[in-house]
């Protein structure tokens, strides 16, 4: 469980392994009172919540497009960075028993159809699909992690 500020003076709220609950009941808003005027929103969550075959992305569709006009209104910009795909390489891999093309694309598709328009769309997957590792499938190393990084910085903050 980490709410950390850093070197740049973002402010994160993160926990390995948690999913909507965890960002309704814990992750906004432990950070929620730090957003306000010119303030980049990022959300990079989902990956664990792709697991289940209830379609959880419409908890995420209901609870981001009720948010992110509260914090569009006090002067901050909101971004949902999509799900990345899955695999040691590039190209549809499965994980367990998930999927790019069964899983992860179905609900980038539908997490960037169902927000509002407070919500700006970053393509983590676009960006990385060609060019990735990892080192089981699901965790990215850490130089892919510093690209997806870089890349959100360069579009969001």
């Known amino acids: 469980d980490l709410k950390a500020t850093d070197r740049n003076g973002n402010v994160w709220s993160a926990k390995v392994g948690e999913g909507i609950a965890w960002m309704k009941s814990t992750g906004v808003p432990r950070v929620e009172k730090s957003i306000g005027s010119d303030t980049a929103v990022v959300i990079l969550m989902g990956t664990n919540d792709v ?21 569009v209104r006090r002067g901050a910009s909101v971004y949902y960075a999509s799900v990345g795909p899955l695999g040691n390489h590039p190209g549809d891999n499965t994980y367990m028993s998930l999927s790019n093309s069964g899983n992860i694309r179905p609900w980038n598709n539908a997490l960037r159809k169902g927000l509002c328009k407070d919500i700006q769309w970053l393509d983590v997957y676009g960006f990385i699909k060609d060019d990735y590792g990892s080192h089981d499938g699901l965790h990215y190393n850490e130089s892919t992690n510093r690209r997806i990084y870089r890349y959100i910085c360069e579009n969001a903050i």
């Open 51 to 71: 697991y289940y075959k209830s379609k959880k992305w419409n908890e995420y569709i209901e609870y981001l497009n009720r948010k992110a006009p509260q914090w």
